[in-house]
């Protein structure tokens, strides 16, 4: 298949067809699907252990002292491209007498303006935000635009539970913060071709993906207690004792709001003299990336390469009894979330005409949305994506051995999953020729280390950038673009 690196092994710790091992990440090693990684017996004595000891507690408490924007993930851990890093940092100080640089603090930019001139507005009504980190040298003028990822609600109770946390309000956001060990670094080492680029983290606190435009008055009884699992009378009347009381909480659902806002930001700091853009995200994020690549294409200068890379975002949409609970909340969101403008137009005109019947939703499910988006983009997605492998299949990965049946719904999930992205990808309709690397290890985003033939993600996302990408994306007709760009005047 064009532009794909995919390797084969089934659970992610053996050895694919040709003998070259699938997967050499920290991953693999730490989330084997059937047996429990062996351990060989060293002797240390009581003097090394002390070291050790000394060393983990100053790792510790250096790591406490700094907030991290879409830190590692405990399911991941570090890769061997960073522990290769603190290796060479270790070296350069002890021959040059030098100590390596710190890696750059994103600041924070809340956008409070535009709760006014957008309605740019988390679940709670505070402002939307991103991170930054200005672009130096040959990255001045490139720009890496990163949509954070988090889920999304699935009822009116579950968004005002949802409010009260940063995924639903930017009041309790730091000033700066770090961003993590992978695409996003600022190491050239970790991250070869992006590491010195602009580097924009937007904060995702609407629910829906960046995506939606709609406001909702949600009555919630006065017992009901943040995170309590209450329930509402649908019927309950709005009244002044109501309102004097708090109950009455207006939710906002502005994902539109929020990604034009940020945008229009971006411009004003040098988006629009931009000479390399990639647009990212994770998980809901990578959702977003999928929905939105073209709208942001629009917006950047004809001139400018842009790509997309969505990371871990593409969802099986399944008509089975397994798949259920997924389908119906997805609907939800984006019934109640107004989110039908903010789809692709040809999705949407093929899903809703469809028998009369209105499934514009399914464009909400990236195996949908591939075929009709138009600018080119770069497919990071594991087979055996850990977040699906739990929500949908209701399997934990933290058991030491999981019961046959439980093997089989996870190598037919992952099958499953890898026929379908494989279709999406290479549809004959397709406007875009795309690529991909699909991997069989168990994780959910940011796993930047992952070898796939020889290749890491880094290197084949490099590779495929500097092929496939043309500056003036020619297969890009913006005339055609109507993907509704909501200003909010």
């Known amino acids: 298949k064009r532009g794909m690196l995919r390797s084969h092994s089934p659970f992610a710790h053996g050895n694919n067809s040709n003998?070259?091992?699938?997967?050499?990440?920290?991953?693999?090693?730490?989330h084997q699907l059937h047996t429990k990684p062996m351990v060989p017996s060293v002797a240390l004595s009581w003097k090394a252990v002390l070291v050790l000891f000394v060393v983990g507690l100053v790792l510790l408490l250096a790591c406490c002292m700094n907030t991290t924007v879409g830190g590692t993930s405990p399911t991941t851990g570090d890769s061997p491209l960073l522990l290769l890093r603190l290796h060479q940092q270790q070296q350069l100080q002890n021959s040059q007498g030098t100590t390596p640089l710190e890696p750059p603090l994103a600041q924070l930019h809340l956008l409070t303006d535009s709760v006014e001139t957008h309605g740019a507005m988390c679940i709670d009504g505070s402002p939307a935000a991103y991170y930054f980190i200005p672009g130096v040298?040959?990255?001045?003028h490139k720009w890496l635009v990163y949509h954070e990822g988090g889920g999304w609600c699935f009822s009116h109770k579950d968004c005002f539970n949802r409010s009260y946390t940063p995924r639903g309000s930017s009041t309790t956001y730091p000033p700066q913060a770090l961003l993590r060990n992978d695409y996003l670094s600022a190491d050239p080492i970790i991250n070869p071709m992006m590491y010195n680029w602009n580097k924009v983290y937007m904060k995702y606190c609407d629910g829906?993906?960046?995506?939606?435009?709609?406001?909702?008055?949600y009555v919630a009884p006065r017992y009901l207690a943040v995170g309590s699992s209450a329930s509402v009378d649908a019927d309950a009347s709005i009244t002044d004792s109501d309102n004097e009381s708090g109950a009455v909480t207006i939710l906002q659902f502005q994902g539109a709001a929020i990604r034009t806002a940020i945008r229009d930001s971006l411009l004003t700091r040098g988006l629009q003299?931009?000479?390399?853009?990639?647009?990212?995200g994770c998980s809901a994020g990578g959702l977003a990336t999928f929905l939105h690549l073209d709208w942001w294409r629009a917006a950047i200068p004809s001139t400018a390469r842009v790509v997309g890379l969505p990371d871990s975002g593409f969802f099986l949409n399944q008509p089975t009894k397994l798949h259920k609970r997924l389908h119906d909340q997805m609907k939800w969101v984006y019934q109640e979330m107004a989110i039908g403008k903010d789809v692709p137009s040809e999705?949407?005109?093929?899903?809703?005409s469809n028998n009369n019947n209105n499934d514009g939703w399914k464009c909400m499910w990236a195996q949908h949305l591939i075929p009709f988006i138009r600018t080119p983009m770069f497919i990071l997605q594991s087979a055996y994506d850990t977040w699906q492998i739990r929500n949908i299949l209701g399997i934990s990965l933290e058991e030491e051995a999981q019961p046959a049946q439980q093997h089989r719904f996870i190598t037919d999930y992952g099958q499953q999953l890898a026929d379908t992205l494989l279709t999406?990808?290479?549809?004959?309709?397709?406007?875009?020729?795309?690529?991909?690397?699909?991997?069989?290890c168990a994780h959910h985003c940011?796993?930047?280390?992952i070898v796939v033939n020889g290749k890491n993600q880094a290197q084949a996302f490099t590779e495929f950038y500097n092929s496939h990408a043309t500056h003036n994306n020619n297969n890009l007709n913006n005339n055609n673009l109507n993907n509704n760009d909501h200003d909010h005047d």
């Open 19 to 30: 003998g070259t091992s699938a997967c050499t990440s920290h991953n693999c090693q730490h």
């Open 347 to 352: 999705c949407l005109k093929k899903h809703s």
């Open 273 to 280: 003299e931009a000479t390399d853009v990639v647009i990212s």
């Open 446 to 449: 940011g796993a930047w280390g």
């Open 137 to 140: 040298g040959e990255g001045e």
């Open 424 to 440: 999406a990808k290479d549809a004959e309709d397709s406007l875009s020729a795309h690529g991909l690397f699909l991997d069989s």
């Open 208 to 217: 829906g993906s960046f995506s939606g435009n709609a406001t909702v008055t």
